[in-house]
């Protein structure tokens, strides 16, 4: 595991809510641009069978693109997840939730853990954590 790949944790959270609501709407409008008319007023078809065949055709295509990329990020998430899962020590896993997933600034980290924590410090903790870990 990498800073770099930690960094990405709160975008890869915020694209998996994303590819979900997209992949909610695609199903609801799929499932809705199928169902028939129940009002009782007489209409004709604007659309023919063809054209419903094309665009399900082409909107099953895009579900199974936007399915694939939304696992994508969750198995990212998940190896991150298991990551922060396997610090046994407090303090480190405070350091590496204040700056990963909560994005705060070194400073920010230092001040969270109080006493007469450094910037640098605390970085070192993070910096010495990653190079011994089996996951760099």
Not at 92 to 106: A, H, N
Request: net charge positive.
């Amino acid at each position: 595991m990498t800073a770099k790949e930690l960094k990405n944790y709160p975008y890869i959270i915020e694209a998996i809510k994303r590819y979900e609501r997209e992949l909610a709407e695609l199903w609801d409008n799929s499932v809705g641009s199928l169902t028939p008319d129940m009002s009782g007023m007489p209409h004709s078809p604007s659309f023919s069978v063809s054209k419903v065949e094309s665009g399900y055709e082409n909107n099953e295509k895009y579900i199974t693109e936007i399915t694939k990329r939304l696992n994508t990020y969750r198995s990212r998430k998940a190896r991150i997840d298991q990551f922060f899962e396997n610090i046994t020590n407090e303090r480190t896993y405070q350091i590496f939730e204040l700056r990963f997933k909560k994005q705060l600034t070194w400073e920010q980290v230092a001040a969270k853990c109080g006493g007469e924590t450094s910037s640098e410090s605390v970085r070192k903790v993070c910096d010495r954590y990653l190079k011994k870990s089996k996951y760099f």
